[in-house]
């Protein structure tokens, strides 16, 4: 059996003026089968891996038509998502749409490992978040006691 590398870490990266962005050097071989970019929850992109977006559309697909939140949520996922592909320097482009997005104005964003993603942030939006849960551990504890962990 093939063992499944995570995708764990912070780094910070440039944005260039074109709107690329490097993926850090320890990622691109789980990225080297290709990609997909997209709108995230939390105001931020995810960078999925062809095989772990091949998994998520195939739930969102099977998620019932009839239900209005399953549907909005299809559509924000499949209309905030293009392929992409590593250059030779291992940049992804982030079209204009998907910066604007996500609040990438600044030359910097930070690139979060999050298991089977990647999140790219700005980091306007990600220091305050990762406040909150380093300051706040025992909440976020009981959240995930609800989800058995």
């Given at each position: 059996m093939e063992r499944v590398s995570f995708l764990t870490?912070?780094?910070?990266h440039a944005l260039d003026d074109r709107?690329?962005?490097?993926?850090?050097?320890?990622?691109?071989?789980?990225?080297a089968q290709g990609?997909?970019?997209?709108?995230?929850?939390?105001?931020?992109?995810?960078?999925?891996?062809?095989?772990?977006?091949?998994?998520?559309?195939?739930?969102?697909?099977s998620l019932p038509t009839t239900n209005a939140a399953a549907r909005q949520f299809g559509r924000f996922m499949s209309s905030g998502a293009v392929e992409v592909e590593l250059d030779r320097q291992g940049r992804v482009l982030v079209p204009s749409y998907l910066r604007e997005y996500a609040g990438l104005t600044q030359s910097e964003v930070v690139v979060v490992g999050a298991l089977n993603r990647l999140e790219v942030w700005a980091p306007s939006r990600w220091q305050p978040y990762r406040s909150q849960i380093e300051d706040e551990p025992e909440a976020l504890a009981e959240h995930l006691a609800d989800l058995g962990i």
């Open positions: 870490g912070e780094f910070r709107g690329r962005v490097a993926v850090p050097v320890r990622f691109r071989s789980r990225l990609a997909t970019l997209a709108r995230w929850l939390d105001g931020c992109l995810a960078i999925f891996p062809s095989d772990t977006w091949e998994e998520l559309a195939a739930k969102i697909q």
